[in-house]
């Protein structure tokens, strides 16, 4: 059946192997009659005394599946096998020093203010693409996000220095509707704010290659190691649950 379905030859020897230690494991019963809590059973026996990665545990479950589905062709019977979680890398971040290197050495007020907004005010690269002048509200040091992820409206924060780098913006680039406009006053581009943030950094010599999301995610790590409130971060970014925002918490220790 492993021949049949066009596996290579180390995934076949992985699955045999794999599939032998589960009939070991079960010597003296009948494969028919194991259920799926028995099964997730052996697989956290195993985890506990082989510490095994996410890799494996999903090429043993995978090895057992096979058996059950494609063997026996009992397709709906074992959905309920636990499978890892995979573990999500925390966010990387970099220093208020190099984020305000990066704004020193950026090659014109529009790279300054792509940068500036971005980090100062925790936004993502589509929310900054979707800025109208209007947006930006300067007697309150607030930047108004229409229909941000999730099509919900909020209003983030706008640092002193920020709005200071806008206002010679303006002056200078005159931008008619959108904040950041393109040939044409059209909309600027995704992949031009993402270019102009890599090279910045590297410009600036930041130790890690940067993208506009990571500078999010510098914001708001820094906003918590300044001692400000979780869940008022999580209302600047926008995120619909306070787990999503509590990620930071790691990053910051």
């Known amino acids: 059946m492993l021949d049949q379905k066009r596996y290579s030859d180390?995934?076949?020897a992985t699955y045999t192997n794999y599939f032998e230690d589960y009939?070991?494991?079960?010597?003296?019963?009948?494969?028919?009659?194991?259920?799926?809590?028995?099964i997730n059973g052996y697989i956290l026996e195993l985890i506990r005394k082989q510490s095994m990665s996410a890799s494996q545990q999903n090429q043993r479950i995978n090895s057992i599946k096979f058996y059950y589905e494609k063997v026996l062709g009992r397709e709906k019977l074992y959905v309920n096998i636990n499978r890892p979680r995979r573990a999500k890398p925390l966010p990387k971040v970099i220093t208020e020093n190099e984020v305000a290197k990066m704004i020193e050495v950026a090659s014109s007020f529009k790279n300054k203010i792509i940068i500036a907004l971005i980090y100062s005010a925790g936004l993502r690269r589509s929310?900054?693409?979707?800025?109208?002048?209007?947006?930006?509200?300067?007697?309150?040091?607030?930047?108004?996000?229409?229909?941000?992820?999730?099509?919900?409206?909020?209003?983030?924060?706008?640092?002193?220095?920020?709005?200071?780098?806008?206002?010679v913006y303006i002056e200078r680039y005159k931008p008619n509707y959108w904040v950041l406009e393109g040939p044409y006053r059209k909309k600027y581009s995704a992949t031009s704010v993402g270019n102009i943030v890599k090279r910045t950094a590297i410009?600036?010599?930041?130790?890690?290659?940067?993208?506009?999301?990571?500078?999010?995610?510098?914001?708001?790590?820094?906003?918590?190691?300044?001692?400000?409130?979780?869940?008022?971060?999580?209302?600047?970014?926008?995120?619909?649950?306070?787990?999503?925002?509590?990620?930071?918490?790691?990053?910051?220790?």
């Open 10 to 12: 180390s995934t076949k």
């Open 23 to 38: 009939i070991r494991y079960f010597t003296g019963r009948s494969l028919d009659d194991i259920n799926v809590d028995e």
């Open 127 to 167: 929310e900054l693409l979707n800025l109208r002048k209007e947006d930006i509200i300067f007697d309150k040091r607030m930047i108004f996000i229409r229909g941000g992820k999730g099509k919900r409206d909020r209003t983030t924060v706008l640092s002193e220095y920020a709005l200071e780098i806008y206002k």
């Open 203 to 253: 410009t600036g010599k930041v130790s890690i290659e940067v993208t506009p999301h990571i500078l999010r995610h510098s914001f708001a790590t820094h906003l918590l190691e300044q001692g400000v409130d979780l869940r008022y971060i999580q209302e600047l970014l926008g995120h619909n649950s306070s787990t999503t925002t509590e990620i930071y918490t790691h990053v910051s220790q």
